[in-house]
């Protein structure tokens, strides 16, 4: 799973850097920050929510959306959530033209977001696909703590 996650953390990183037409040099950068990023600290825009783009804020509220209604009633439907939101977030990625700090604090909401999706999947009874959906739901509802769209 973690290899998986690693190609998948590389991919948003590649994708949304790709947007920018920055060189391969700022890339290898990006990818080394965005190892540490999980230990950052999210923090605010001067005391403000920082801007994200229109596109990254729909799928969000999205995922808000799906979180908030979804029942399990057998153990594939992880699978089913999971490739559900992971469709969302793939747009998130390929939508990406954040820049700066703002694109940076995004990374910190997303990766531990798409770090539960991904277990989603391995897990094998109702009751662990719900703990996982209160995780995502704690970490979708930072998003909207720290972000807004214009």
């Known amino acids: 799973m973690k290899l998986k996650l690693s190609i998948l953390l ?3 990183v590649i994708a949304c850097k790709s947007e920018h037409n920055n060189t391969s040099e700022d890339t290898t950068q990006s990818i080394m920050t965005l190892e540490g990023e999980t230990q950052q600290q999210l923090e605010f825009n001067n005391g403000k929510k920082w801007i994200a783009n229109i596109e990254t804020h729909i799928r969000m509220k999205h995922i808000d959306s799906i979180l908030g209604s979804y029942k399990f009633e057998e153990s594939k439907d992880g ?5 559900t939101l992971s469709k969302e977030t793939n747009l998130i990625i390929k939508s990406c ?3 700066g700090k ?4 995004l990374h ?3 990766l ?3 770090e539960e999706i991904s277990a989603i999947k391995e897990k094998q009874n109702t009751k662990e696909m719900n703990t996982s959906v ?3 739901k704690t970490l979708t509802s930072k998003y909207f ?3 807004t769209s214009n």
């Open 10 to 12: 590389l991919i948003l």
């Open 79 to 83: 699978i089913i959530l999971a490739n």
């Open 97 to 99: 033209n954040m820049t």
């Open 102 to 105: 703002a694109h940076d604090q």
């Open 108 to 110: 910190i909401v997303l």
């Open 112 to 114: 531990p977001i798409l």
């Open 134 to 136: 209160d995780k995502l």
């Open 145 to 147: 703590k720290y972000f």
